[in-house]
């Protein structure tokens, strides 16, 4: 295209202008540029709308194959970007621009825009190793550690993933933050083991404790395996005699199984006559008298 431009320019004679010759000159270089353009913009439309239907078709088939879907997203946007950039290659290249220069343009500028943008291909980097390493995959519940950051994995995306909060609030995660970080995955395990201790005075019956809790466990059919039930006294506390049950639950009826014992014992302790010590404050008020 330059040396079109240039060649329009080069029928001037500045000593005698030939204005028919340079306008059909001027014309026909000019149509020349504008079909190059056009064709340059429709070979970028078209092929941005087939890669969309690519894409598309590519998450279907897996989807179809139960690929985990995070997998999914990530390689979706990452294949999105790498034809689309190939795409533009070819429309710059049928505009007549050298792709070779245009590369080292490109390359050049790389340096550059990688050195200014560490942190978001850090994230890139992120990204393929929770992929590769799996640690969680979506629909999962996950715990960052030190943070106040949890909740169920809703998307992963090439830069950041996102966290869908028990009160329908979204996290947005960089990829790299959570590459580097101690992760408590939740929802891994089919299974989880519910840990609860409750004091007791030390007036009460430890026997009569421990039928109680027993009968309680067994009346909770959400527990998989009565027989590996343990109802044991966990610790002599200063207070209190603390009382330890665990039983395993699927990890769908961890939280709800949890609450419900806990309701449980508090309302049969209570039917029982069963005390639970508290921390109190007796306040003695001395009154001096003068003699």
């Given amino acids: ?13 500045l000593g005698k202008i030939n204005w028919n010759q340079f306008l059909e000159k001027y014309l026909e270089i000019a149509m020349s540029i504008i079909g190059k353009v056009i064709v340059s913009f429709l070979i970028i ?44 290659f070819m429309a710059v290249a049928h505009m007549g621009v050298e792709v070779s220069s245009f590369i080292a343009l ?27 390493l799996k640690p969680f995959q979506v629909g999962d519940y996950i715990v960052l550690t030190g943070t106040d950051c949890e909740g169920e994995v809703a998307a992963m995306d090439i830069f950041y993933t996102k966290l869908k909060t028990i009160d329908n ?3 947005v995660i960089p990829n790299g933050t959570l590459s580097n970080s101690n992760l408590i995955n939740n929802t891994k395990q089919e299974r989880r083991l519910i840990d609860i201790e409750v004091g007791i005075s030390y007036d009460a019956d430890i026997k ?15 527990i998989l395996d009565q027989d590996g039930v343990k109802i044991f006294v966990s610790s002599l506390a200063d207070s209190s005699v603390m009382m330890g049950i665990r039983c395993w639950v699927s990890t769908s009826d961890y939280v709800a199984t949890k609450w419900a014992l806990n309701e449980e014992i508090k309302i049969r302790f209570d ?21």
């Fill in 1 to 13: 295209m330059l040396a079109q431009i240039q060649a329009m320019f080069a029928v001037v004679d």
């Fill in 271 to 291: 039917e029982e006559g069963i005390e639970i010590p508290y921390q109190k404050l007796d306040v003695c008020i001395k009154n001096e008298v003068n003699n």
């Fill in 45 to 88: 439309a078209i092929g941005f709308k087939l890669i969309k239907i690519l894409i598309k078709l590519l998450k279907t088939t897996l989807e179809k194959a139960e690929i985990d879907y995070g997998v999914i997203s990530f390689s979706c946007s990452f294949i999105r970007i790498g034809l689309r950039c190939i795409v533009i």
């Fill in 169 to 171: 609030r979204v996290i």
């Fill in 208 to 222: 009569e404790v421990k039928r109680i809790l027993t009968d309680i466990t067994k009346n909770e059919k959400r």
């Fill in 106 to 132: 490109l390359g050049s500028a790389g340096v550059a825009v990688g050195l200014a943008l560490q942190g978001t291909l850090s994230n890139v980097a992120g990204g393929v190793l929770l992929l590769i």
